[in-house]
């Protein structure tokens, strides 16, 4: 339409109405309209520069149940999801499951000496909260306050192990609660050190995360705009001032506010600006209820408490895609990002999508295989073919375990979703975390009892079963296995119960959609099932192998195991003596023939070929994690 | 009367508690909301859990558990309706007053177009039975009715919005593309056309050229970037509909009401650029509701001054013409609007969308640009829902109408000379709505109860996401919410419809039933 309007001026120009042109004149209009026509051309330039994405659009499987993740009931990935890129801490987990210091925000330091452990955190100076209120280390404070049972009691808020506080709180009850002495804050206010009675495992993942604790108490004064400078720093000295005294009415106004006022799930030109004060490279512009939310770049504070962020204007979350729609609309150019599981077709039809980059590998999630030797925690008592730790009862089960066609299960059933699946030989290190992986098989164990081809442990299944039940071929050993009833698994089952059929067991396959509720079901000798891997912790996973534990429902009792355990749960250790030690642990279960590893859940991320910087991590937030350095 | 809808709503009561004591109880009894956390030993999940079984109220038993929940529903009739939380501690009232307008807005249209052409169709296969046409009609109704929606969906995906946009961008139909779907279209009309191998043969190409060219002049005139039908094509349909209205309603021999048709689609010419004044300044959904008050008055007005006998059927038929005029001119307005809407940043030329029920990109708040985001949202599940529905609308009406058709009235009717509009439209049609209409009430109850699969595929959340996520969270508040929502209008439906099954049919009474 331009176009024809534009010919239609420039004739009436050149033609007007029979006049003879002389040069000048013709000159003169021309000049005109090729003025014009350059506007309109830099409008047109200048709009597609306007419309060059540096959006960002991806999604999250649910919808945002709130803003403050940190509340019990508001503990679900999206939400911590959404609101990572508006917050930065003393550190952020990477794609390799490290913490990796966040030095522009603090930096931190411990010492043991004989009155504890102190581990100092120091806020850098000169950053600021996006409404222009200094950072400090009374920002701190607070999750001292979430954290802290003994904090609670003592400041009239309530017992949290008896469920009643102020602060609804997921914070309590943990180590930090069990660990914590003191804290003191130092006289510039910007060194908060926490004091624990001892070095504990993994205590460097308890830093203290900032909470613009001056919003907070303006909101508990009923203030609904945000405060003038002086008002914001009044606001922050009588928190700290509040702390120092433990004001119980004080805490109780706040922890209200902090417990209820943040779940929300629409944001917009109304919402309380107080509730958005946040630190990060982006700030919270708008949330739709069940339908998105979007993220746009703060001019304050991006790059001030963290990476800076510069080739991305906005990110937006959408809400309850689902997986089968995800590829229509990444070629529909609706959405820039997308992660999850995949099945075999649904990665056919990503691959035939044109304007996007496929990530597919394995997951952190991994598939195991675990035998009962026992009824857990006096469930009662287990008389199936693996029961005991006899001699006999392990050979059996060994005979049984050698007889999974571990290869042929990735082959058929992994491969086409993943084309870098291999065996798994270790429920600690994952192959996809590369050499240490490599190094770590070494010594854990399951290459060792397992690692022979499949002909040669058929071989020794079947002389094996050959001395336990001689009669194997008329009389096969019945196993009841148990797993979710999904088509993977149920695949899986029969591919591995007919390899079973070989060496003389009659495996029934007990798929259910309430499996997990059935793992302490005697009736089942086994159970097909999956693991996902958050931050390591040095305790492993103890807590479902060790003998005593309540979660461990397969009842194995092994006290070398338990040994090891309880070396991991005290002190912490070193990276090599941790490996030495969980490597010790994988080996029993192997030696013992408890459970063996199988493979890695394959995923996948589909990313728009526009889009650059992304790089999926296991743990969450998955896909953010480094968004400033994305470009698109 | 009285004491049969007194009778039946005592009944509903006894219904609904039944229904829901028993869901309530087999529900809780199937699964454990707190599966999830059964092998997490990390601090927070314990935490969480217990946080979870607390807010639930999960150590009280099923059935105790149920009758706490009645006393919050209960709360209706002294106006504290409580329905409990969600497992992520969300008021359940607040879930479902978001999802029931959701729904309604993704399944009204759909709905609507399925009854209209269902009915439509229906009637003519019927009045032309065992026609080539009644064939073609009847095996794409029951082609379309036999594909399961997450299909139907994906294709639609691909065609109408991937395709399209990717044309839009390129702006060009190939013209094997333009070659073959003129030939579909001629292969359409040469079936649904009957008489002779010649006129079907002239059919078929005139609809081929037609298509043919449509399509290329579409290309050339770019006319997909800024579409429009402007004053002239709006008052063409505007004849054309009061034509069609006038012609089934009161054939047109009668000239009062051709006459008060004709000059609505006059008023809707001489108005055209007024209105466009109007919409600009001034729009919103209360403007729309004031212009279509306007519209039916007017229309009544002037078939008051047209007609001088059977003034009732009169206005009848203008109002109908002025409905569809003031549809054109919506249609026309929105139209009009396509161009900016496809340049806006959040659209960059790709307007179809497969997923969402809005464009969470979109920062205006234009009144009409927010309208055409909704109705391009619509677009495909629309076509799916209608697609896949209507073919159960088809069958019914042209069964029923056929048993009318072949009633002694009919045959009556047309022995006494009645034309044959007259026989179809005012006999046998009105005879044959009073069993659909009692469907179309049933039907309507359910469609609140949520497009289940189709508001998964297209990334709708209404009811059926709901419904879907209640079952696979193990969330039983939730699920016995939507189940409160849709049990209790699928049982006054039910009353409903047998009161206007005796409205509609004199010959019963429902007083005698029961």
Not at chain 1, 131 to 151: F, M, N, Q, R, Y
Not at chain 1, 537 to 565: F, H, L, R
Not at chain 1, 601 to 626: F, Y
Not at chain 2, 381 to 401: C, D, E, K, N, Q
């Amino acid at each position: 339409m331009n176009l024809v309007h534009l010919l239609f001026i420039f004739y009436s120009f050149i033609n007007h109405k029979g006049e003879t042109l002389n040069l000048k004149t013709l000159a003169r209009r021309s000049t005109i309209v090729g003025t014009i026509a350059g506007l309109l051309l830099a409008d047109i330039l200048i709009f597609t520069a306007q419309a060059a994405p540096r959006t960002v659009v991806l999604t999250q499987p649910t919808p945002l149940t709130g803003l403050n993740s940190s509340v019990t009931e508001m503990n679900l990935a999206t939400n911590s999801e959404v609101m990572y890129p508006t917050g930065f801490g003393f550190y952020y987990a990477n794609d390799a499951k490290k913490l990796v210091p966040n030095t522009k925000f603090g930096t931190w330091k411990s010492k043991k000496d004989s009155t504890g452990f102190r581990v100092s955190y120091t806020v850098k100076p000169n950053q600021t909260w996006n409404d222009g209120t200094p950072i400090d280390a009374v920002d701190l404070l607070l999750s001292h306050v979430v954290s802290s049972e003994k904090w609670s009691i003592d400041a009239g808020l309530g017992d949290p192990s008896a469920g009643v506080t102020a602060f609804d709180s997921l914070g309590y009850g943990g180590t930090y609660t069990k660990r914590i002495k003191s804290t003191v804050l130092s006289d510039n206010n910007m060194t908060l050190t926490l004091v624990y009675d001892k070095a504990f495992a993994d205590w460097d993942q308890y830093a203290p995360g900032p909470f613009p604790v001056h919003a907070l108490s303006l909101l508990a004064d009923g203030k609904t705009t945000l405060g003038t400078d002086a008002a914001s720093k009044a606001a922050k000295a009588k928190f700290l001032d509040d702390y120092l005294t433990k004001d119980t009415a004080r805490f109780k106004a706040m922890g209200k506010i902090w417990s209820t006022s943040y779940n929300i799930t629409t944001v917009n030109a109304s919402t309380n600006p107080l509730l958005l004060v946040s630190n990060g490279g982006f700030k919270l512009q708008s949330c739709i209820d069940q339908i998105s939310c979007t993220l746009v770049i703060d001019p304050v504070t991006n790059g001030m408490s963290g990476p800076e962020t510069t080739e991305i204007d906005k990110i937006v979350y959408r809400f309850d895609i689902a997986d089968t729609s995800a590829p229509q609309a990444l070629a529909n150019k609706e959405i820039d990002l997308y992660g999850g599981q995949v099945t075999a077709d649904g990665l056919t039809q990503l691959k035939a999508i044109k304007n996007i980059t496929l990530d597919a590998g394995p997951q952190t999630t991994y598939e195991q295989l675990a035998l009962r030797t026992a009824g857990p925690n006096d469930v009662g008592d287990y008389k199936g073919p693996f029961a005991g730790e006899t001699k006999r009862a392990r050979e059996l089960r060994r005979a049984f375990l050698l007889a999974v066609p571990r290869e042929d299960m990735i082959q058929k059933i992994i491969l086409p979703t993943d084309v870098s699946a291999v065996v798994l030989n270790s429920r600690v290190v994952m192959p996809s975390d590369g050499a240490a992986y490599k190094s770590y098989i070494l010594n854990n164990g399951v290459k060792q009892y397992f690692g022979a081809s499949y002909t040669a442990r058929m071989a020794e299944a079947t002389s094996l079963m050959n001395k336990l039940v001689p009669n194997w071929k008329s009389k096969p050993v019945v196993v009841n296995l148990l797993h979710r009833n999904n088509a993977r698994r149920t695949a899986q089952c029969q591919l591995y119960a007919a390899s079973w059929a070989k060496v003389g067991f009659t495996v029934a396959c007990g798929g259910r959609a309430d499996w997990s509720s059935q793992t302490s079901n005697l009736e089942y000798d086994a159970g097909l099932f999956a693991w996902g891997a958050g931050l390591p912790v040095q305790v492993g996973d103890c807590g479902q192998t060790e003998s005593e534990s309540p979660n461990s429902t397969w009842g194995w009792i092994n006290p070398a195991i338990d040994k090891n355990c309880s070396v991991l749960k005290g002190d912490p250790l070193r990276e090599a003596s941790r490996n030495r030690y969980w490597q010790a642990i994988e080996k029993e279960q192997s030696k013992n023939a408890y459970t063996i590893p199988l493979f890695q859940w394959p995923g996948v991320t589909a990313i728009a070929t526009t889009l650059k910087g992304v790089k999926p991590s296991p743990i969450t937030p998955n896909l953010v994690w480094n968004y400033w350095e994305w470009s698109n | 009367m009285l004491a049969f809808i007194g009778r039946r709503i005592g009944t509903l009561f006894v219904i609904l508690f039944g229904s829901s004591f028993i869901l309530y109880n087999l529900t809780a009894i199937s699964g454990d909301p707190r599966e999830q956390y059964k092998f997490a030993t990390d601090e927070k999940s314990q935490s969480a859990l217990r946080a979870l079984v607390r807010q639930l109220d999960l150590e009280t038993p099923p059935p105790l558990r149920y009758f706490k929940w009645l006393e919050g529903v209960l709360g209706v009739f002294y106006g504290k309706l409580n329905f409990g939380v969600t497992r992520d501690n969300e008021d359940v009232i607040s879930r479902l007053s978001a999802a029931i307008p959701t729904t309604l807005k993704l399944v009204t249209a759909a709905t609507l177009t399925a009854i209209f052409l269902g009915i439509a169709l229906g009637m003519v296969t019927a009045i032309r039975q065992y026609s080539r046409f009644d064939y073609v009609v009847t095996f794409f109704s029951f082609l379309m009715f036999s594909l399961p929606i997450f299909w139907v969906a994906v294709l639609l995906k691909q065609f109408l919005a991937i395709e399209f946009n990717d044309f839009l961008e390129v702006g060009y139909i190939d013209i094997g593309w333009r070659i073959l779907i003129a030939a579909f279209t001629a292969v359409f009309w040469a079936g649904v056309i009957g008489g002779s191998k010649n006129r079907i043969a002239k059919v078929a190409l005139s609809a081929f050229i037609l298509t043919f060219g449509i399509l290329t002049a579409i290309v050339a005139l770019k006319w997909f970037y800024d579409p429009g039908l402007g004053p002239i094509v709006v008052f063409i349909l505007s004849v054309g509909i009061a034509f069609a209205v006038t012609a089934i309603s009161m054939g047109l021999d009668n000239r009062p009401a051709l006459k008060s048709s004709l000059s609505i689609a006059l008023i809707t010419l001489i108005l055209y650029y007024p209105l466009q004044y109007v919409f600009d300044k001034y729009s919103s959904w209360l403007l729309i509701l004031a212009l279509a008050v306007l519209t039916i008055s007017t229309a009544t007005l002037i078939s008051v001054l047209f007609a001088k006998i059977d003034r009732g059927a009169v206005i009848r038929t203008s109002v109908i013409t002025s409905i569809g005029c003031g549809l054109v001119v919506i249609l026309d307005r929105l139209l009009s609007t396509w161009s900016e809407y496809l340049t806006l940043d959040g659209v960059n030329g790709r307007p179809i969308p497969t997923i969402g029920q809005m464009n969470p990109l979109l920062t205006t708040d234009d009144f009409w640009l927010v309208q055409l985001d909704t109705v391009v949202h619509l677009i495909l599940p629309t076509v799916a829902l209608t697609l896949i529905s209507f073919a159960g609308y088809i069958r019914f009406t042209r069964g029923t109408m056929l048993e009318v058709l072949n009633q002694d009235y009919i045959r009556t009717a047309r022995a006494k000379g009645l034309s044959e509009r007259v026989v179809v439209v005012r006999h046998a049609f009105r005879n044959t709505m009073i069993p659909i209409t009692t469907i179309i009430v049933v039907d309507i109850s359910g469609v609140i109860g949520g497009a289940i699969i189709t508001e998964r595929v297209f990334g709708w959340s209404g009811m059926g996401t709901l419904f879907n996520k209640a079952i696979s969270g193990y969330d039983l508040n939730l699920l016995m919410g939507v189940f409160a929502v849709t049990a209790t209008l699928a049982v006054l439906a039910n009353l409903v419809a047998d009161l206007l099954y005796a409205a509609l049919d004199p010959r019963i009474r429902v007083g005698n039933r029961l």
